[in-house]
Protein backbone atom coordinates (compact mmCIF):
# COMPACT_ATOMS: atom_id res chain seq x y z
CA UNK A 1 0.00 0.00 0.00
CA UNK A 2 2.69 2.30 1.04
CA UNK A 3 4.30 1.55 -2.24
CA UNK A 4 1.44 2.14 -4.24
CA UNK A 5 0.83 5.86 -2.48
CA UNK A 6 4.65 6.59 -3.82
CA UNK A 7 3.98 5.94 -6.80
CA UNK A 8 0.83 7.77 -7.05
CA UNK A 9 2.71 11.06 -5.36
CA UNK A 10 5.48 10.67 -7.73
CA UNK A 11 2.89 10.93 -11.24
CA UNK A 12 1.24 13.56 -9.54
CA UNK A 13 4.30 15.71 -9.29
CA UNK A 14 6.48 14.48 -12.91
CA UNK A 15 4.70 16.62 -16.04
CA UNK A 16 2.91 14.33 -18.15
CA UNK A 17 4.87 13.22 -21.20
CA UNK A 18 3.83 12.71 -24.90
CA UNK A 19 3.70 8.96 -26.30
CA UNK A 20 6.17 8.29 -29.08
CA UNK A 21 5.60 9.60 -32.50
CA UNK A 22 5.08 7.44 -35.39
CA UNK A 23 8.25 7.48 -37.97
CA UNK A 24 5.83 5.78 -40.51
CA UNK A 25 3.07 8.70 -40.38
CA UNK A 26 6.38 11.05 -40.66
CA UNK A 27 7.74 9.27 -43.77
CA UNK A 28 4.16 9.67 -45.33
CA UNK A 29 3.44 13.34 -44.89
CA UNK A 30 7.32 13.94 -46.42
CA UNK A 31 7.00 12.12 -49.06
CA UNK A 32 3.81 13.25 -50.95
CA UNK A 33 4.95 16.78 -49.47
CA UNK A 34 8.48 16.00 -51.38
CA UNK A 35 7.17 14.07 -54.48
CA UNK A 36 7.92 15.03 -57.91
CA UNK A 37 4.05 15.78 -58.34
CA UNK A 38 4.17 18.88 -56.46
CA UNK A 39 6.83 20.39 -58.40
CA UNK A 40 9.11 21.47 -55.33
CA UNK A 41 6.27 23.79 -54.12
CA UNK A 42 7.46 27.11 -55.46
CA UNK A 43 5.42 29.99 -53.94
CA UNK A 44 2.94 30.55 -55.83
CA UNK A 45 2.42 27.38 -57.82
CA UNK A 46 -0.37 24.64 -58.51
CA UNK A 47 1.97 22.46 -56.31
CA UNK A 48 2.03 24.97 -53.14
CA UNK A 49 -2.22 24.82 -53.52
CA UNK A 50 -1.97 20.87 -53.60
CA UNK A 51 0.34 20.91 -50.97
CA UNK A 52 -1.68 23.47 -48.08
CA UNK A 53 -5.27 21.48 -49.07
CA UNK A 54 -3.29 18.25 -47.89
CA UNK A 55 -2.13 20.00 -44.75
CA UNK A 56 -5.25 21.44 -44.07
CA UNK A 57 -6.45 17.93 -44.27
CA UNK A 58 -3.75 16.52 -42.07
CA UNK A 59 -4.76 19.52 -39.81
CA UNK A 60 -8.11 18.21 -39.83
CA UNK A 61 -7.01 14.40 -39.28
CA UNK A 62 -5.33 15.16 -36.08
CA UNK A 63 -8.27 17.41 -34.64
CA UNK A 64 -7.53 20.98 -35.36
CA UNK A 65 -9.48 23.74 -36.66
CA UNK A 66 -8.43 24.45 -39.82
CA UNK A 67 -8.24 27.49 -41.85
CA UNK A 68 -6.48 29.33 -44.79
CA UNK A 69 -5.06 32.81 -44.73
CA UNK A 70 -4.94 34.09 -48.20
CA UNK A 71 -2.47 36.76 -48.97
CA UNK A 72 -3.35 38.39 -52.24
CA UNK A 73 0.22 39.46 -53.97
CA UNK A 74 2.28 40.31 -57.25
CA UNK A 75 4.38 38.91 -58.91
CA UNK A 76 6.42 40.71 -61.20
CA UNK A 77 8.88 38.84 -63.66
CA UNK A 78 11.77 40.92 -64.97
CA UNK A 79 11.58 41.73 -69.11
CA UNK A 80 14.36 40.80 -70.52
CA UNK A 81 14.29 42.78 -73.80
CA UNK A 82 16.42 46.03 -74.56
CA UNK A 83 18.55 45.13 -71.95
CA UNK A 84 21.36 47.09 -71.90
CA UNK A 85 23.96 47.94 -68.71
CA UNK A 86 27.24 49.32 -69.04
CA UNK A 87 29.91 51.39 -66.53
CA UNK A 88 32.40 53.32 -67.77
CA UNK A 89 35.96 54.12 -65.65
CA UNK A 90 38.03 57.02 -67.53
CA UNK A 91 38.87 54.82 -71.04
CA UNK A 92 37.45 51.70 -70.49
CA UNK A 93 33.88 50.07 -70.42
CA UNK A 94 32.45 47.09 -69.27
CA UNK A 95 28.88 45.48 -70.40
CA UNK A 96 27.09 43.26 -68.30
CA UNK A 97 25.94 40.70 -70.92
CA UNK A 98 22.24 39.81 -70.08
CA UNK A 99 22.67 36.00 -69.51
CA UNK A 100 25.08 36.79 -66.79
CA UNK A 101 23.14 39.59 -65.24
CA UNK A 102 19.97 39.12 -62.24
CA UNK A 103 17.93 42.19 -61.40
CA UNK A 104 14.73 42.30 -59.16
CA UNK A 105 11.60 43.18 -61.10
CA UNK A 106 10.23 46.63 -61.13
CA UNK A 107 9.83 49.96 -62.80
CA UNK A 108 11.36 50.78 -66.01
CA UNK A 109 15.19 51.94 -65.76
CA UNK A 110 16.98 54.73 -68.28
CA UNK A 111 19.60 56.20 -67.05
CA UNK A 112 22.70 57.21 -69.57
CA UNK A 113 26.28 58.12 -68.20
CA UNK A 114 24.76 58.36 -64.65
CA UNK A 115 26.86 59.22 -61.50
CA UNK A 116 28.08 55.97 -59.43
CA UNK A 117 28.48 56.01 -55.51
CA UNK A 118 30.44 53.07 -53.85
CA UNK A 119 29.91 51.76 -50.61
CA UNK A 120 31.29 48.99 -48.30
CA UNK A 121 28.40 46.99 -46.34
CA UNK A 122 29.66 48.78 -43.15
CA UNK A 123 29.07 52.57 -44.72
CA UNK A 124 25.92 51.46 -45.62
CA UNK A 125 24.76 50.86 -41.84
CA UNK A 126 25.50 54.16 -40.75
CA UNK A 127 24.75 56.06 -43.48
CA UNK A 128 24.18 59.68 -42.85
CA UNK A 129 23.91 60.92 -46.72
CA UNK A 130 20.51 62.85 -46.99
CA UNK A 131 21.21 62.59 -51.20
CA UNK A 132 23.00 60.12 -53.37
CA UNK A 133 24.34 59.28 -56.71
CA UNK A 134 21.23 57.42 -58.89
CA UNK A 135 23.76 54.04 -59.33
CA UNK A 136 25.09 52.74 -56.01
CA UNK A 137 27.36 50.10 -55.93
CA UNK A 138 27.52 48.23 -52.50
CA UNK A 139 30.71 45.85 -51.84
CA UNK A 140 30.10 42.90 -49.12
CA UNK A 141 27.36 40.18 -47.20
CA UNK A 142 23.65 40.67 -48.30
CA UNK A 143 21.20 39.01 -46.34
CA UNK A 144 18.20 40.77 -44.87
CA UNK A 145 19.83 43.04 -42.56
CA UNK A 146 20.74 45.11 -45.52
CA UNK A 147 17.31 45.74 -46.55
CA UNK A 148 16.58 49.22 -44.01
CA UNK A 149 20.26 50.67 -45.78
CA UNK A 150 18.81 49.91 -49.89
CA UNK A 151 15.38 51.60 -48.54
CA UNK A 152 17.48 54.23 -47.27
CA UNK A 153 19.17 54.64 -50.65
CA UNK A 154 16.00 54.48 -52.42
CA UNK A 155 14.52 57.79 -50.40
CA UNK A 156 17.35 59.77 -51.26
CA UNK A 157 17.53 59.64 -54.83
CA UNK A 158 19.31 55.87 -55.82
CA UNK A 159 17.62 54.42 -58.16
CA UNK A 160 19.63 51.33 -58.67
CA UNK A 161 21.87 49.47 -56.50
CA UNK A 162 24.82 47.15 -57.95
CA UNK A 163 25.81 44.34 -55.56
CA UNK A 164 29.23 43.34 -55.39
CA UNK A 165 30.00 39.86 -53.66
CA UNK A 166 27.15 38.47 -52.22
CA UNK A 167 27.21 34.56 -52.86
CA UNK A 168 23.64 34.10 -53.51
CA UNK A 169 21.36 34.67 -56.79
CA UNK A 170 18.91 37.60 -56.81
CA UNK A 171 15.36 36.04 -57.79
CA UNK A 172 14.41 37.10 -61.02
CA UNK A 173 10.82 37.30 -59.96
CA UNK A 174 9.69 39.99 -57.23
CA UNK A 175 6.64 39.38 -54.75
CA UNK A 176 4.95 42.40 -53.81
CA UNK A 177 1.98 43.05 -51.09
CA UNK A 178 0.00 45.79 -51.34
CA UNK A 179 1.26 46.94 -47.42
CA UNK A 180 4.36 45.38 -47.34
CA UNK A 181 6.99 48.31 -47.61
CA UNK A 182 9.91 47.79 -49.77
CA UNK A 183 12.55 49.77 -51.74
CA UNK A 184 11.63 51.86 -54.80
CA UNK A 185 14.70 50.83 -56.31
CA UNK A 186 16.56 48.19 -59.00
CA UNK A 187 18.42 45.92 -57.35
CA UNK A 188 21.57 44.69 -59.83
CA UNK A 189 23.84 41.36 -59.80
CA UNK A 190 26.43 39.97 -62.18
CA UNK A 191 27.89 36.57 -62.45
CA UNK A 192 30.70 37.67 -64.52
CA UNK A 193 33.64 37.60 -62.65
CA UNK A 194 35.36 39.68 -64.72
CA UNK A 195 32.85 42.52 -64.89
CA UNK A 196 32.80 42.37 -61.19
CA UNK A 197 36.38 42.60 -60.92
CA UNK A 198 36.19 45.66 -62.44
CA UNK A 199 33.13 46.95 -60.19
CA UNK A 200 35.06 46.33 -57.21
CA UNK A 201 38.44 47.66 -58.63
CA UNK A 202 37.28 50.93 -60.02
CA UNK A 203 37.12 54.28 -58.11
CA UNK A 204 35.12 56.57 -60.41
CA UNK A 205 32.27 55.12 -62.54
CA UNK A 206 29.47 56.53 -65.05
CA UNK A 207 26.80 54.04 -65.20
CA UNK A 208 24.30 53.44 -68.49
CA UNK A 209 21.30 51.62 -67.34
CA UNK A 210 18.60 50.47 -69.81
CA UNK A 211 16.19 48.16 -68.65
CA UNK A 212 12.62 47.58 -69.26
CA UNK A 213 9.49 47.74 -66.69
CA UNK A 214 8.51 44.17 -65.30
CA UNK A 215 5.32 42.13 -66.31
CA UNK A 216 2.93 42.10 -63.45
CA UNK A 217 0.41 39.52 -62.32
CA UNK A 218 -2.47 39.04 -59.49
CA UNK A 219 -1.81 35.89 -57.32
CA UNK A 220 -2.89 34.62 -54.38
CA UNK A 221 -0.61 32.36 -51.58
CA UNK A 222 -1.84 30.93 -48.52
CA UNK A 223 -0.64 30.05 -44.44
CA UNK A 224 -2.24 26.85 -43.43
CA UNK A 225 -3.61 27.58 -39.54
CA UNK A 226 -4.66 24.86 -37.41
CA UNK A 227 -5.72 25.09 -33.76
CA UNK A 228 -6.02 22.94 -30.64
CA UNK A 229 -7.66 25.27 -28.31
CA UNK A 230 -6.29 25.23 -24.41
CA UNK A 231 -8.33 23.56 -21.77
CA UNK A 232 -7.35 26.41 -19.06
CA UNK A 233 -10.33 28.95 -19.22
CA UNK A 234 -8.01 32.35 -19.23
CA UNK A 235 -5.31 30.47 -20.72
CA UNK A 236 -6.83 29.65 -23.65
CA UNK A 237 -6.57 33.23 -24.93
CA UNK A 238 -3.08 32.86 -25.07
CA UNK A 239 -1.46 30.92 -28.11
CA UNK A 240 2.27 28.89 -28.56
CA UNK A 241 3.04 29.14 -32.45
CA UNK A 242 4.36 25.51 -33.56
CA UNK A 243 4.89 26.43 -37.44
CA UNK A 244 7.11 25.55 -40.57
CA UNK A 245 7.27 26.69 -43.65
CA UNK A 246 5.79 24.19 -46.20
CA UNK A 247 7.13 25.73 -49.91
CA UNK A 248 10.26 25.31 -51.35
CA UNK A 249 12.45 26.32 -54.57
CA UNK A 250 10.03 24.89 -57.38
CA UNK A 251 11.39 23.59 -61.00
CA UNK A 252 13.98 24.82 -62.92
CA UNK A 253 13.48 23.43 -66.85
CA UNK A 254 16.66 24.51 -68.09
CA UNK A 255 18.25 21.82 -65.63
CA UNK A 256 19.87 18.57 -66.93
CA UNK A 257 17.78 15.52 -65.93
CA UNK A 258 16.05 16.07 -62.85
CA UNK A 259 14.08 19.22 -62.96
CA UNK A 260 12.58 19.30 -59.40
CA UNK A 261 13.76 20.77 -56.30
CA UNK A 262 11.75 18.44 -53.62
CA UNK A 263 12.83 20.20 -50.36
CA UNK A 264 12.38 16.79 -47.84
CA UNK A 265 14.20 18.22 -45.42
CA UNK A 266 13.71 21.65 -46.03
CA UNK A 267 11.26 21.59 -45.12
CA UNK A 268 8.54 19.02 -45.99
CA UNK A 269 10.48 17.24 -42.50
CA UNK A 270 9.07 20.54 -40.71
CA UNK A 271 5.63 20.21 -41.36
CA UNK A 272 5.46 16.45 -40.75
CA UNK A 273 7.06 17.57 -37.66
CA UNK A 274 3.97 20.15 -36.58
CA UNK A 275 1.10 18.10 -37.75
CA UNK A 276 2.53 14.69 -35.57
CA UNK A 277 3.36 17.24 -32.62
CA UNK A 278 -0.64 18.23 -32.57
CA UNK A 279 -1.37 14.76 -32.42
CA UNK A 280 0.81 14.07 -29.34
CA UNK A 281 -0.22 17.35 -27.93
CA UNK A 282 -3.88 17.23 -28.45
CA UNK A 283 -3.82 13.95 -26.44
CA UNK A 284 -2.50 16.41 -23.07
CA UNK A 285 -4.85 18.52 -23.20
CA UNK A 286 -2.55 21.66 -22.76
CA UNK A 287 -4.03 24.81 -20.92
CA UNK A 288 -2.84 27.27 -23.68
CA UNK A 289 -3.97 26.79 -27.11
CA UNK A 290 -1.14 26.14 -29.42
CA UNK A 291 -1.48 27.73 -32.89
CA UNK A 292 -0.09 25.47 -35.90
CA UNK A 293 0.85 27.17 -38.93
CA UNK A 294 3.00 25.87 -42.48
CA UNK A 295 3.83 28.98 -44.03
CA UNK A 296 4.38 29.87 -47.84
CA UNK A 297 7.23 31.88 -49.20
CA UNK A 298 9.70 31.47 -46.90
CA UNK A 299 12.42 30.73 -49.41
CA UNK A 300 11.16 34.38 -51.05
CA UNK A 301 12.28 36.46 -48.40
CA UNK A 302 10.23 34.65 -44.75
CA UNK A 303 6.84 36.20 -47.11
CA UNK A 304 4.20 34.05 -44.97
CA UNK A 305 5.66 34.64 -41.35
CA UNK A 306 6.04 37.88 -42.36
CA UNK A 307 2.37 37.95 -43.54
CA UNK A 308 0.98 36.28 -40.31
CA UNK A 309 2.51 39.25 -38.23
CA UNK A 310 1.29 42.29 -40.45
CA UNK A 311 -2.22 40.31 -40.57
CA UNK A 312 -2.25 38.33 -36.87
CA UNK A 313 -5.53 36.30 -36.42
CA UNK A 314 -5.13 36.73 -32.81
CA UNK A 315 -3.42 39.94 -31.53
CA UNK A 316 0.40 39.75 -30.98
CA UNK A 317 0.09 39.78 -27.14
CA UNK A 318 -2.03 37.04 -27.10
CA UNK A 319 1.24 35.06 -28.65
CA UNK A 320 3.10 33.34 -25.91
CA UNK A 321 6.53 32.11 -28.36
CA UNK A 322 6.81 30.62 -31.82
CA UNK A 323 9.02 27.66 -32.05
CA UNK A 324 9.52 27.05 -35.89
CA UNK A 325 10.65 23.91 -37.07
CA UNK A 326 13.29 23.70 -40.18
CA UNK A 327 15.03 20.31 -41.12
CA UNK A 328 13.99 18.16 -38.54
CA UNK A 329 14.37 14.85 -40.86
CA UNK A 330 17.95 14.56 -42.04
CA UNK A 331 21.01 13.66 -39.56
CA UNK A 332 24.05 13.88 -42.14
CA UNK A 333 24.67 17.62 -41.05
CA UNK A 334 27.74 18.72 -43.17
CA UNK A 335 29.92 18.47 -40.09
CA UNK A 336 28.72 14.95 -39.62
CA UNK A 337 26.15 12.79 -37.84
CA UNK A 338 23.77 14.39 -35.85
CA UNK A 339 22.05 12.12 -33.94
CA UNK A 340 19.53 12.08 -30.87
CA UNK A 341 19.93 15.84 -31.00
CA UNK A 342 18.19 19.09 -31.92
CA UNK A 343 19.55 22.44 -32.27
CA UNK A 344 17.79 25.87 -31.15
CA UNK A 345 18.65 28.95 -32.91
CA UNK A 346 19.34 31.70 -30.43
CA UNK A 347 19.82 29.57 -27.75
CA UNK A 348 19.77 32.12 -24.61
CA UNK A 349 17.89 34.96 -25.97
CA UNK A 350 14.22 33.60 -24.48
CA UNK A 351 13.59 31.04 -22.09
CA UNK A 352 12.29 28.62 -24.12
CA UNK A 353 15.24 26.34 -24.40
CA UNK A 354 14.63 25.74 -20.50
CA UNK A 355 11.38 23.97 -21.66
CA UNK A 356 13.29 22.15 -24.13
CA UNK A 357 15.77 21.08 -22.11
CA UNK A 358 13.28 19.65 -19.62
CA UNK A 359 11.25 18.08 -23.03
CA UNK A 360 15.11 16.67 -23.62
CA UNK A 361 15.15 15.08 -20.36
CA UNK A 362 11.67 13.35 -20.85
CA UNK A 363 12.34 12.13 -23.76
CA UNK A 364 16.07 10.94 -24.23
CA UNK A 365 16.70 13.54 -26.49
CA UNK A 366 19.96 16.51 -26.59
CA UNK A 367 19.30 19.78 -26.88
CA UNK A 368 22.61 21.44 -27.95
CA UNK A 369 23.77 24.97 -28.51
CA UNK A 370 25.57 25.54 -31.53
CA UNK A 371 28.27 28.02 -30.54
CA UNK A 372 29.19 29.14 -34.21
CA UNK A 373 25.69 28.79 -35.99
CA UNK A 374 23.13 29.21 -33.04
CA UNK A 375 22.78 33.20 -32.98
CA UNK A 376 23.51 33.83 -36.50
CA UNK A 377 20.94 31.43 -37.93
CA UNK A 378 18.30 33.42 -35.60
CA UNK A 379 17.70 35.64 -38.71
CA UNK A 380 17.61 32.50 -41.06
CA UNK A 381 13.87 31.49 -41.00
CA UNK A 382 10.23 31.69 -40.20
CA UNK A 383 11.15 32.73 -36.29
CA UNK A 384 12.83 35.67 -37.13
CA UNK A 385 9.99 37.85 -38.85
CA UNK A 386 7.97 37.47 -34.75
CA UNK A 387 11.19 38.64 -33.14
CA UNK A 388 10.88 42.45 -34.04
CA UNK A 389 7.02 42.38 -32.86
CA UNK A 390 8.45 40.95 -29.90
CA UNK A 391 7.46 37.45 -29.83
CA UNK A 392 9.59 35.42 -28.42
CA UNK A 393 10.90 32.67 -30.83
CA UNK A 394 13.41 30.18 -32.31
CA UNK A 395 13.84 27.61 -34.89
CA UNK A 396 14.41 24.19 -33.68
CA UNK A 397 16.55 21.90 -35.94
CA UNK A 398 18.52 18.48 -36.58
CA UNK A 399 20.95 19.84 -38.47
CA UNK A 400 21.92 23.19 -40.00
CA UNK A 401 24.28 22.66 -43.41
CA UNK A 402 23.33 19.02 -44.62
CA UNK A 403 24.98 17.62 -48.05
CA UNK A 404 21.45 18.39 -50.44
CA UNK A 405 20.75 21.89 -48.87
CA UNK A 406 18.96 23.87 -51.38
CA UNK A 407 19.90 21.30 -54.64
CA UNK A 408 17.59 18.89 -56.16
CA UNK A 409 18.98 15.91 -54.22
CA UNK A 410 16.90 17.02 -50.75
CA UNK A 411 14.82 13.62 -51.43
CA UNK A 412 12.61 12.24 -49.18
CA UNK A 413 14.03 8.82 -49.11
CA UNK A 414 17.16 10.32 -47.50
CA UNK A 415 15.40 10.70 -44.23
CA UNK A 416 16.04 9.17 -41.09
CA UNK A 417 12.56 8.70 -39.69
CA UNK A 418 13.67 7.07 -36.58
CA UNK A 419 15.72 9.77 -35.48
CA UNK A 420 12.59 11.92 -37.05
CA UNK A 421 9.82 10.56 -34.38
CA UNK A 422 12.34 10.49 -31.57
CA UNK A 423 12.99 14.92 -32.31
CA UNK A 424 9.36 15.53 -33.09
CA UNK A 425 8.47 13.40 -29.69
CA UNK A 426 10.90 16.22 -28.22
CA UNK A 427 9.32 19.33 -29.87
CA UNK A 428 5.53 18.28 -29.15
CA UNK A 429 6.84 17.49 -25.34
CA UNK A 430 8.35 20.85 -25.15
CA UNK A 431 5.75 22.37 -27.03
CA UNK A 432 2.70 21.08 -24.21
CA UNK A 433 5.41 22.25 -21.70
CA UNK A 434 5.14 25.94 -22.56
CA UNK A 435 1.42 25.45 -23.58
CA UNK A 436 1.25 23.99 -20.16
CA UNK A 437 3.89 26.35 -17.76
CA UNK A 438 1.88 28.81 -15.14
CA UNK A 439 4.43 31.77 -16.32
CA UNK A 440 4.83 32.96 -20.26
CA UNK A 441 8.56 32.72 -22.39
CA UNK A 442 10.20 35.72 -22.14
CA UNK A 443 13.35 37.19 -23.55
CA UNK A 444 16.51 37.13 -22.03
CA UNK A 445 17.13 40.66 -20.64
CA UNK A 446 21.08 39.36 -19.95
CA UNK A 447 21.33 39.11 -23.52
CA UNK A 448 22.66 42.38 -25.48
CA UNK A 449 21.71 40.89 -28.88
CA UNK A 450 17.89 40.96 -27.77
CA UNK A 451 17.47 44.66 -26.79
CA UNK A 452 15.33 45.53 -29.76
CA UNK A 453 13.00 42.53 -29.05
CA UNK A 454 12.53 43.27 -25.43
CA UNK A 455 11.51 47.05 -26.19
CA UNK A 456 9.51 45.87 -28.65
CA UNK A 457 7.29 43.35 -26.28
CA UNK A 458 7.49 45.88 -23.60
CA UNK A 459 5.22 47.40 -26.39
CA UNK A 460 2.94 45.71 -27.13
CA UNK A 461 2.11 44.60 -22.92
ZN1 LIG B 1 13.82 25.97 -44.82
Redesign the pocket.
Known amino acids: MKLVIGLLCLSLGAAEVVKEADAKALASIVSFLASDALEGRDTPSAGLTIASEYIASEFRRVGLEDSFQTAKMSLRKVNRQGFEVSFTDGAKTVALPVDTALWSAGAMVELSGAAVKKLTAAELRDLALTEVEPVVVIEGPGGPGMQPGWMKLSQIGAKVIVLVGIPMPLAQQTIEFEDQPRPNVLMLRTADKDAEAFLKASASLKATIKIGEASSKAEEARNVIGILRGSDPKLKDEYVLLTA?YDHLGVRPNDAGDKVYNGAN??ASGVASIIESARLIAELKPKRSVMFVAFFG??RGLLGSRYLVRHPIVPLKQMVANVNL??TGRTDSSEGPNVGMLNLTGYHFTTIHKHMEDAGKATDLKIVKHEKFSDPYFQA?DNAAFAPVGVPSTTVSVTYAFPDYHQKGDEWEKIDYANMAKVTRAIAQGTFLIADAPERIVWNAEEPKTKAFREAAAKLH
Open positions: HDNEEEQS
